[in-house]
């Protein structure tokens, strides 16, 4: 299984896309405290739509309570300053992948990421022309990406809908 960790998200649009993502792939969200909103905040809500209910969420009162619940376990830093793209390494080795995500404005501390360098990834891009990518966009490129490799477990790879747009 895979699990997204937003540390001390600031942005409630972002953390709801994110859920909605956690929903869409039957991912565990885990919130590391302090948030810089509350959970039940409109504009969470909103960005989350009515997935919110569908979502398995953890909160942490801080980051050494969140390393601790994910013990031994793969964690995967994602940062820019990270030397290895995140397509490199095999999510498909039946273990839980923690995949954590520093805050919008500074990022995950840079202790803890010196401490853990060999477990940063990145995401390729050019960084002459910009300063981060958007963080919902981010989880959602990772938590794809171990689905992926991994064979998209539980998911539906297709579906009929009632009204199918391109049944003739």
Known sequence: ????????????????????????????LHLIEPLGFLTDDKHLKRAGLDYWHDVEIIYHKNLAEFLTYVGNRPLHLI??????????????DSQDHFFIFGKETTGLPEEFMRENAEKCLRIPMNDEHVRSLNLSNTACMIVYEALRQQGFPNLELTHHYEHHKLDE
């Open 79 to 92: 940062t820019k300053f990270a030397k290895r793209s995140y397509d490199e390494v095999n999510y498909a």
């Open 1 to 28: 299984m895979n699990h997204i960790a937003l540390f001390e998200p600031q942005i409630p649009a972002n953390t709801g896309n994110i859920a909605r993502t956690c929903a869409a792939t039957n991912t565990p």
